[in-house]
T-cell receptor, first 110, second 113 residues
Framework: QQKVQQSPESLIVPEGGMASLNCTFS?????YFWWYRQHSGEGPKALM?????GDKKEGRFTAHLNKASLHVSLHIKDSQPSDSALYFC??????????FGSGTKLTVEP | VTLLEQNPRWRLVPRGQAVNLRCILK??????MSWYQQDLQKQLQWLFT????????VKSLPGADYLATRVTDTELRLQVANMSQGRTLYCTC??????????FGPGTRLTVL
């Protein structure tokens, strides 16, 4: 069964700083990777997907995938207080099943 | 635009009592419906994916027993029994297939009395 490990558990960055979140996964056949964000009291919402090796940039957010090293990461540039939330990496496997990491609590301090 | 409605949004559950949850799909373009649980440590775990009306599945996990039913094309139900620790249940929908986004509902938060 797919195992997804996420780090760090929590992260504090100053406003305008860079936040970097990391995940490793166990199944070498995995193809579809997602980052979800969850604000307090809400359901998770997809932030971005990445399916090919390399970088994918969407605004201030950049995802990086290296399937050979079983690693996916998310980098948030120019962090804002509104980015403070719980972030999850997720790997899609076995027909619509998302396997989630344990989450990173990001706090952006003004 | 809200894709999923869940009710109730929260419930206090006396120990040993079962509770019934409901999820309504508001857009038929996303017919693959699933249930996920989020425990008190915020870990998210897939429970079921039910694609067709009439589909039923059961599962026992640490802390709760589940019975899921796809009632119609737009309604999913979940019965939670023998719950020993609180949790939040989310239903999701997607267009189907592994490369499609899964959209989460607002969740039902269950607390054990």
């Amino acid at each position: 069964q797919q195992k997804v490990q996420q780090s760090p558990e929590s992260l504090i960055v100053p406003e305008g700083g860079m936040a970097s979140l990391n995940c490793t996964f166990s199944d070498r056949n995995s193809q579809y990777f997602w980052w979800y964000r969850q604000h307090s009291g809400e359901g998770p919402k997809a932030l971005m997907s990445i399916f090919s090796n390399g970088d994918k940039k969407e605004g201030r957010f950049t995802a990086h995938l290296n399937k050979a090293s079983l690693h996916v990461s998310l980098h948030i540039k120019d962090s804002q207080p509104s980015d403070s939330a719980l972030y999850f990496c997720a790997v899609m496997s076995n027909y619509n099943v998302l396997y989630f990491g344990s989450g990173t609590k990001l706090t952006v301090e003004p | 635009v809200t894709l999923l409605e869940q009710n109730p949004r929260w419930r206090l559950v006396p120990r040993g009592q079962a509770v019934n949850l409901r999820c309504i799909l508001k857009n038929s373009q996303y017919p693959w419906m699933s249930w996920y649980q989020q425990d008190l440590q915020k870990q998210l775990q897939w429970l079921f994916t039910l694609r067709s009306p009439g589909d039923k599945e059961v599962k026992s996990l640490p802390g709760a027993d589940y019975l899921a039913t796809r009632v119609t094309d737009t309604e999913l139900r979940l019965q939670v029994a023998n719950m020993s620790q609180g949790r939040t249940l989310y239903c999701t929908c997607s267009a189907g297939g592994d490369s499609y986004e899964q959209y989460f509902g607002p969740g039902t938060r269950l607390t054990v009395l």
